[in-house]
């Protein structure tokens, strides 16, 4: 198992909010609006560079999704920003209509994703947000590991035509990748070579995959490991090459079972490769009020719970 360590923990969202400064200094097009939550998305460093550049728009959310993509008419790039909640499930219908439809250059960026928003409960902790996104004609869907991965998406989707949901998070969690990486849309990236079993991680659950692949080790497991940080368009070779060679797999995901990224490897293997599968994911409930660490542990969503699934798993090739 390669050994991954960090210096330091930072939340993904302020990953967004460097990436976002970072955009708009390459590209003057790059514009931003907020519903009412400036802090939460970690935008002020942009609006103090750009204050003319910046749309508070308030509460009203539905209403920022139609700027947006007017905006795009004129030849801006706008990102938007609030809760992963209020991003997607209370605009849907606005995304549908005026962004995913009419194929407008609009950048959806979603922060307090899952249950690691925490203490805020269950009516805030969007678990469903993948899946409504992926299920949008053209729309890109993205859920980066850790800060530096997160900065580097932003900048990334700075430079890509066409519409993307950017799924990013609360709690402060290791910096394990590099600060100068590039970012490739679509591309999974290779954590860690293995022969037993295939772990396909997103977001939180890439740095618990990792951990879970540590205790896989000293148990005799050689454990694949790959962040799927582009959730759509999979990363169908990758995903199919690691199968092949492992025959069995786990998905790791801080999102409800149905519809996430579980779901898009399951539709993929049942074409062209049926392999066993176990999901690490929300079971089809809402959350609860509660801290990170303890809903992640809870709902099974933490390394013990990748070991386990890991361990199902190969005694269902076997």
Known sequence: MKKY??????????????????????????????????????????????????????????????MAAGLTIGGKIPFTGTFANFSTGRVYDQIRQSIAYSDKNVKICASHAGLTLGEDGATHQILEDIGMMKMLPGMTVINPCDYNQTKAATEAIAEYEGPVYLRFGRPVIPVFTDPDQKFEIGKAWMVNEGKDVSIFATGHLVWEAILAGEKLAELGIDAEIVNIHTIKPLDAEAVLKSVEKTGCVVTAEEHNRLGGLGDSIAQLLAQNNPTPQEYVAVNDSFGESGKPAELMAKYGLDADAIVAAVQKVIARKK
């Open 5 to 66: 360590t960090f210096t330091d923990k930072k939340d993904t969202r302020s990953g967004f909010g460097a990436g976002l400064l970072a955009a708009g200094k390459k590209n003057p097009n790059v514009v931003a609006l907020c519903a009412d939550l400036v802090g939460s998305l970690k935008m002020e460093a942009f609006i103090k560079e750009f204050p003319e550049r910046f749309v508070q728009v308030g509460i009203s959310e539905a209403n920022m999704m139609g």
